[in-house]
C-alpha cells in the first residue's frame, strides 16, 4: 500500500534557524508529493508540491525536491520565523486508478519556532 | 470568499444522539472529502466523492452516511454518536488528477460527552 513517513516531532527551533523535516513514502504507482501546513485551530493549507521526481516545489522560502531514488521529499527552509510554528504533513497522491482520489498524510510534525 | 466551508465550527453533543455536518465549495471541483484528524493530529480519509459518486469509503461504521446532493455539496450524517467519535473533521475539494492539491476547510471539532 502507499503510506508517507514524517520524522517525528516536535522540532523547536529559534528564529532564522535552517530548519529540514524529513518525509519519506511508499507507494505502487507515481506519486505526486505535497506538504500542507496547519496553523493552530485552522485547516491545512497547501503549502508546496511536486508532481514527478526532480521537481523542486517551492513556496514562502519553503523548498522541497522529489526524490526517486531515495523515495523522499524533505522540506527545508533557510531561516525560520516565529509564525513558521505549525504542524506540517508531508502527503502523496498517485496518479491513476481510484487511488487518485485519495490524499495519504504523514502523521505530521509539529514545529515551534522561538524568538 | 471561502473555497470550502464547513458548519459547524463547533459541535458538542451527548453520546448516542445524531448529528451533521455541512460542507460546500466553490472552487468547481469534482471530488471532495472527509477526513478525521485525532487528538495527536493524525489525519484519516473517511470518505471520497468524485461528481456525487462515492468512490472510497474507508472502513468507516457505517454509523457515518455521507451524502452527496450535487457536487458542490458533500455532507456528513453521524448516528447515535459515541465517545471514540470525538475528533476534529475536515472537509476537502480538489481535481481528480494526481497532481492537483486539496482544498480544506477549517474543520469541525465534534465533542461527544
Known amino acids: 500500500g502507499n503510506s508517507v513517513t514524517q520524522m517525528e516531532g516536535p522540532v523547536t527551533l529559534s528564529e532564522e534557524a535552517f530548519l529540514t523535516i524529513n518525509c519519506t513514502y511508499t507507494a505502487t504507482g507515481y506519486p505526486s508529493l505535497f506538504w500542507y501546513v496547519q496553523y493552530p485551530g485552522e485547516g491545512l493549507q497547501l503549502l508546496l508540491k511536486a508532481t514527478k521526481a526532480d521537481d523542486k516545489g517551492s513556496n514562502k522560502g519553503f523548498e522541497a525536491t522529489y526524490r526517486k531514488e531515495t523515495t523522499s521529499f524533505h522540506l527545508e527552509k533557510g531561516s525560520v520565523q516565529v509564525s513558521d510554528s505549525a504542524v506540517y504533513f508531508c502527503a502523496l497522491r498517485i496518479n491513476s486508478g481510484g487511488s487518485n482520489y485519495k490524499l495519504t498524510f504523514g502523521k505530521g510534525t509539529l514545529l515551534t519556532v522561538n524568538p | ?113
Open chain 2, 1 to 113: 470568499d471561502t473555497a470550502v466551508s464547513q458548519t459547524p465550527k463547533y459541535l458538542v453533543t451527548q453520546m448516542g444522539n445524531d448529528k451533521s455536518i455541512k460542507c460546500e465549495q466553490n472552487l468547481g471541483h469534482d471530488t471532495m472529502y472527509w477526513y478525521k484528524q485525532d487528538s495527536k493530529k493524525f489525519l484519516k480519509i473517511m470518505f471520497s466523492y468524485n461528481n456525487k459518486e462515492l468512490i472510497i469509503n474507508e472502513t468507516v461504521p457505517n454509523r457515518f452516511s455521507p451524502k452527496s446532493p450535487d457536487k458542490a455539496h458533500l455532507n456528513l450524517h453521524i448516528n447515535s454518536l459515541e465517545l471514540g467519535d470525538s475528533a476534529v473533521y475536515f472537509c476537502a475539494s480538489s481535481q481528480p488528477t494526481g497532481g492537483a492539491g486539496a482544498f480544506f476547510g477549517q474543520g469541525t471539532r465534534l465533542t461527544v460527552v
